[in-house]
C-alpha cells in the first residue's frame, strides 16, 4: 500500500532588516532604527513523496531528475521476506518526486500566516 505525503517550503531570499518609517532619508553618518526583520518569499515548493512497505522494484537511474526522470531523492531498505508470487526481495521505499513550484496563496493554511 502507498501512502502519499506532500510537504510545503517557502522560497526566500532570507530574513531582511525592517526599520521604523520615517519621513526623511537618513543622511550621510546616520543609522535608520532597526524594527525587526522580515523574511522576503518568492512562490513555494510542493513536495510530494510516496512511501510504502511492499516495493518489489526500484527506480533506474533514469528516473532521476539528473538523468531526466522526474524523482529527486528515493531510498530503499530490503525487508526480511521474498515476494513469494514474484521471488523478488521486498522494499520499504521512500521515492520523492522533483519539486513543484507554486504561489504561496496555494499553500494550504497560508492565507492565516
Known amino acids: 500500500m502507498v501512502t502519499r505525503s506532500i510537504s510545503y517550503r517557502l522560497r526566500s531570499s532570507g530574513p531582511q ?18 524594527s525587526g526583520f522580515v523574511l522576503q518569499t518568492f512562490k513555494a515548493e510542493e513536495i510530494i513523496t510516496d512511501t ?9 537511474s533514469t528516473d532521476m531528475i539528473g538523468l531526466g526522470g522526474n524523482y529527486s531523492a528515493a531510498s530503499y531498505t530490503a525487508q526480511r521476506f521474498v515476494d ?19 504561489d504561496e496563496d496555494a499553500v494550504p493554511g497560508a492565507v492565516a500566516l
Not at 525592517?18 to 532597526?34: K, Q
Not at 510504502?52 to 533506474?60: M, N, P, S
Not at 513469494?84 to 507554486?102: H, K, L, M, W
Request: proline letters at 4%.
Open 84 to 102: 513469494p508470487d514474484s521471488g523478488n526481495i521486498v522494499f520499504q521505499a521512500s521515492e520523492t518526486f522533483d519539486r513543484t513550484i507554486i
Open 52 to 60: 510504502c512497505g511492499d516495493k518489489d522494484q526500484i527506480l533506474c
Open 17 to 34: 532588516a525592517r526599520s521604523d518609517s520615517c519621513s526623511t532619508v537618513p543622511t550621510e553618518g546616520e543609522i535608520g532604527t532597526i
